[in-house]
């Protein structure tokens, strides 16, 4: 009996220290892109990179799928890169930019997900959604 109380309380101490290194911030490659969800931080994997973290959606009023628009619409959102927010966007009209240089580095949004099923009429929810972004040193 006490053999499976050892081994049952190993397995909670193992299953503790295995969640722990879950919340660690997630880690970005140079030149690969990746996924930053909503209000998450993320540093380069072996890179001087800088940090990004996805603060807000700003705008969202692109064409919805199915939908044929006469206006493919936009989306406007703001990432914080080493400590300071900026905005970025896709646009056919670019009223915010899809790069930003920080330094040495080159910030790319490469897509906002998920795109739009239906027109945005209320309040935005940021926590749905996640960004593709591609950071290369120029």
Do not use: H
Not at 58 to 79: D, H
Not at 107 to 125: A, G, N, R, W
């Amino acid at each position: 009996m006490k053999v499976y109380q050892i081994l049952i309380l190993a397995s909670f101490a193992f299953f503790a220290c295995e969640k722990s290194t879950e919340s660690l911030s997630p880690m970005y490659e140079a030149g690969i892109a990746f996924n930053l969800e909503y209000d998450e931080t993320t540093n380069c994997n072996g890179c001087d990179g800088p940090e990004l973290r996805f603060v807000n959606v700003v705008t969202e009023s692109r064409c919805p799928e199915p939908v044929a628009c006469i206006w493919a619409g936009e989306v406007i959102v703001e990432v914080e890169i080493d400590g300071e927010v900026v905005v970025m966007g896709l646009s056919p009209i670019e009223t915010a930019p899809a790069e930003v240089m920080v330094g040495e580095w080159n910030v790319s949004l490469l897509k906002v997900l998920p795109y739009p099923t239906q027109f945005i009429e209320e309040d935005i929810d940021p926590s749905i959604y996640s960004l593709e972004l591609l950071v290369e040193m120029m």
